[in-house]
């Protein structure tokens, strides 16, 4: 069987003899001649690798040559729309030389690669993805929607986190001015990560998240992505930028982004991530005698091994960007939350939550990734409006609008809107307000406000709901220990009767009985009234004693 690094290299000389019979040549129709029997044997040379990828080797590899295949035939393709429309000799020779270059580089890039991204897509075969739910998540959540102000200042690091009943969980930020790699020197300085640290950055971690939940040895071993599924898993076909007003043009606030600004937009978030460290000093879990707790000593949130872009040459020789891959691996906090049976938990986003647009519809997008995890903390989802607000980030809107009526009408008609878009999906999460409710505090109510209506307002209740549509978690079965019967009242009591007849018809005190059987005054007496069992050992004695 002929082996595939060899094929590769056979392709590759084949190229170099072409080329060089094309540097000898001057007339353009003997150079077009070279150039597309130089197509003809690329061709074979495809065929001969897709025959060839087939088993035993399936899988990985399988993937690796057929895209070594696909590099070829781009190649191809390429020299046979030169030959079309190049004119000069000399002009031809330099781009078929340029695609020669570019197709033993991606092979060579291809072959070289440990992983390649073969994650199938997010919510490839349901609405929904199971997405870890633990106070980690929770934790990432607070930090994403408060931004700078979640996190306290120190010399060389900002920290923040957050308490819960069972321990608490710290994200730290360094300065990291030991970076060598280009790309990341943008990303030194703390203050740099905690700014830009928001819902874009948070639906990249509920991605990743979903995907490395879907096995649980996943914390084990790398995983590769590719950008381009997760921006169409993103929905950001129309994903448009905020312009500063500053450089506006005609008014116009925001913008449409290319392929490639979105494809480095989701890198850069990817780089913010990488930064995000884990610290849980102790976890407890567990009750009584059973209680258990563990520690995460400060370790990654996610390992970000490399973020590559790939890239595929023109017609004109120059390179465009077709895609990026992250390759990853979850922090050990994984290991110890997802990936143990004791503290797995884990709630669901749909597809339709994971498309919301992070500057359009924020509020919408911070309530559908709240209850990720809140729903399972909180199994009712009753919350005050004020607290539902504040835990969703919006705690300095809330003080702002108690002092201004406009921020106050503003901040209504946001959450209003919020919940009719998340109520428009096709499984519509809701926030049901209490049936008591006035009228006025509906939304798209058109009756009159009454004075002081924010502060009412932000007292009422509702209950956050996620799609009727996602599976019903069954609770584990509780182990229910096995109780002993006690004896009965009425035989320890039948019995003390018993023998205090026997005992005062032998005109015996309690002393003296207690003393023939050896035990305490009170012993006797508990027994006689009924309030203690006696043991068989004692029984026989008090029986032998009295004579009954």
Request: aromatic letters at 10%.
């Amino acid at each position: 069987m002929i082996d595939r690094n060899r094929l590769i290299e056979w392709i590759s000389k084949k190229f170099k003899c072409q080329i060089s019979a094309l540097e000898q040549v001057s007339d353009i129709d003997l150079a077009r001649e070279i150039a597309k029997s130089t197509v003809i044997e690329l061709e074979a040379g495809i065929r001969l690798s897709e025959a060839l990828s087939d088993p035993p080797e399936k899988n990985l590899r399988k993937h690796k040559y057929e895209k070594n295949a696909e590099i070829t035939r781009q190649a191809a393709s390429l020299i046979k729309r030169a030959c079309e429309t190049v004119e000069s000799p000399e002009k031809l020779i330099f781009l078929v030389s340029q695609f020669d270059t570019w197709a033993l580089e991606e092979r060579k890039k291809v072959l070289s690669k440990p992983n390649l991204s073969t994650e199938a897509r997010l919510f490839d075969s349901r609405f929904y993805e199971e997405c870890p739910s633990s106070a980690i998540t929770d934790t990432v959540y607070t930090a994403g929607v408060n931004g700078y102000d979640f996190w306290e200042y120190a010399a060389d690091r900002l920290n923040g986190k957050k308490e819960f009943s069972k321990g608490w969980v710290e994200l730290q930020i360094r300065d990291r001015f030991d970076l060598t790699d280009f790309a990341e020197i943008n990303y030194q300085a703390k203050e740099v990560i905690a700014q830009q640290f928001g819902e874009e950055t948070l639906k990249l971690h509920y991605a990743l998240a979903a995907i490395a939940f879907r096995k649980p040895v996943n914390f084990a071993r790398e995983i590769t992505v590719s950008v381009s599924k997760l921006l169409a898993d993103f929905g950001v076909e129309k994903q448009r930028k905020y312009i500063p007003k500053n450089a506006r043009k005609n008014h116009q606030s925001t913008c449409y982004l290319s392929k490639e600004e979105k494809l480095k937009n989701l890198a850069h978030h990817a780089r913010l991530l990488k930064r995000i460290e884990v610290h849980i000093p102790e976890w407890r879990y567990g009750k009584g005698k059973n209680s258990k707790s563990i520690a995460v000593v400060m370790s990654n949130l996610w390992d970000i091994f490399s973020i590559v872009e790939v890239t595929d040459l023109t017609l004109d020789g120059s390179r465009i960007l077709t895609d990026i891959e992250i390759n990853f691996r979850p922090g050990v906090w994984f290991q110890k939350f997802a990936g143990s049976e004791c503290l797995r938990e884990f709630g669901y986003i749909t597809s339709e939550a994971m498309k919301l647009d992070p500057y359009r519809e924020k509020m919408a997008l911070r309530l559908a990734y709240f209850a990720v995890f809140a729903l399972q903390q909180h199994k009712t989802g009753r919350y005050q409006i004020e607290s539902l607000l504040r835990r969703i980030g919006y705690s300095g809107q809330i003080d702002v609008a108690k002092t201004d009526q406009t921020k106050a009408y503003n901040l209504k008609r946001s959450f209003d809107r919020s919940l009719k878009t998340l109520s428009s999906f096709q499984h519509p999460y809701r926030f049901e307000l209490d049936p008591e409710v006035p009228e006025w505090a509906k939304p798209d109510s058109k009756v009159k406000k009454p004075n002081g209506w924010f502060e009412t307002w932000l007292q009422l209740y509702g209950t956050l709901q996620q799609p009727d549509s996602l599976p019903v978690k069954v609770a584990k079965p509780k182990r229910t220990r096995i109780k002993r019967k006690p004896k009965t009242a009425k035989t320890a009591g039948a019995f003390g009767a018993e023998i205090k007849e026997a005992r005062m018809a032998k005109g015996w005190t309690q002393t003296k009985l207690a003393g023939t059987v050896n035990v305490s005054k009170m012993t006797i007496s508990y027994i006689e009234r009924g309030q203690r069992n006696p043991s068989p050992q004692l029984e026989t004695l008090i029986r032998s004693a009295l004579d009954i």
